[in-house]
């Protein structure tokens, strides 16, 4: 069994608020394709990194999560550059990792 963690921008690359609809439209594809979804939306997650001329950058995000028995890598490398089109973003980060169900 799998993780797939996605970590969608709250805004843009131009500090533009991504519109909610855009959050729906992830969250029923996602549910439509694996039969559910916990969704960490509540209180956003703060994301910072550093970039080559060394300013340090911060992005609110929201966390989807998805379990899976398999992953489908070109199928996860699709859909990662589509939400990158569409969240106008130049990377998106999914990470999926094995777990063990108790």
């Known amino acids: 069994?799998?993780?797939i963690q996605l970590f969608l921008p709250m805004y843009?690359?131009?500090g533009a608020a991504i519109p909610q609809a855009q959050f729906?439209?992830?969250?029923d594809e996602l549910v439509e394709r694996f039969g559910g979804l916990t969704a960490y939306s509540r209180a956003p997650a703060s994301g910072f990194w550093q970039e080559p001329e060394g300013d340090t950058v911060k992005d609110d995000?929201?966390?989807?999560?998805?379990?899976?028995d398999a992953i489908d890598d070109a199928w996860w490398g699709n859909y990662r550059?589509?939400?990158e089109q569409r969240f106008r973003q130049e990377s998106i980060v999914i990470r999926a990792q094995a777990i063990r169900l108790l």
């Open 81 to 83: 550059q589509t939400l």
């Open 1 to 3: 069994m799998h993780l």
């Open 12 to 14: 843009d690359n131009d």
């Open 24 to 27: 729906r439209q992830v969250r």
């Open 61 to 68: 995000l929201v966390v989807y999560e998805v379990m899976a």
